[in-house]
């Protein structure tokens, strides 16, 4: 009997969940691997796929509900679509991509995953792109929306209007606060009570 309740404890112990170590930041050996180039790829094709789905709908949009053009004010995609336009490819380019690069074409989104030091989930993908699609939802008749730094600051070069550059600072400094907050919010909050958990589960192991 003893000896079971030893194995069982030992297969508890076996099944300990350990994080991963933090991957650097900045790592100069990745510029001589082939990974780092194919991920650079990736990351290109992406972005470029994405601003391209993206931005052909809003211009759509605004084509569609255009009275200059003979649009209808009711027409179109309207802010719902668009909103499904950018979570919807967020959520296809993680899918496709994340296994090679490790990213989601967003700088603020990258910003908080490497705080947070975590691993990207096979789920993950799925609650990336519902955010984006809820934050473009709630915020598109408000401020227009800009949670990608790199976006906002392309959009701004190519209409190039004072307009365009006074407000620019809310789009790059809102999502990295905001992923600063999520990766806070991650390490102190919620995976400090799955640590808590899990200990609380190896001493009720340790006693059996």
């Known amino acids: 009997m003893k000896d079971a309740r030893v194995a069982e404890h030992g297969s508890f112990t076996a099944k300990d969940y ?4 933090p991957a650097p930041l900045i790592d100069a050996r990745e510029l001589t ?8 790829i990736a990351e290109f094709i992406a972005t470029l796929l994405f601003l391209y789905i993206t931005v052909l709908t809003v ?5 569609q509900i255009d009275t200059d053009l ?11 679509g668009i909103a ?38 096979v789920l993950a ?12 939802l709630a915020t598109i008749p408000i401020t227009g929306t800009g949670i ?28 990295f606060i905001g992923a600063a907050i999520a990766a806070f919010y991650h390490q102190f909050i919620l995976r400090a009570e799955a640590v808590k958990a899990l200990r609380s589960f190896r001493s009720s192991a340790s006693h059996v």
């Open 70 to 80: 003979k649009g209808d004010q009711c027409g179109g995609v309207g802010i719902l």
């Open 148 to 175: 990608n730094p790199a976006r906002s600051l392309g959009a701004a070069v190519i209409y190039n209007q004072d307009k365009a550059w006074d407000d620019l600072w809310i789009f790059r400094v809102g999502p």
């Open 59 to 63: 211009i759509g949009y605004k084509s």
């Open 84 to 121: 499904w336009a950018f979570g919807g490819m967020i959520f296809i380019l993680v899918y496709c991509t994340a296994g090679i690069s490790d990213e989601v074409s967003n700088g603020s989104s990258f910003f908080g995953y490497r705080l947070s030091t975590v691993t990207l989930e």
């Open 18 to 21: 350990h994080d991963p170590p």
């Open 125 to 136: 993908p799925l609650p990336i792109g519902f955010a984006v699609f809820m934050i473009h």
């Open 33 to 40: 691997k082939w990974s780092f180039y194919r991920a650079l």
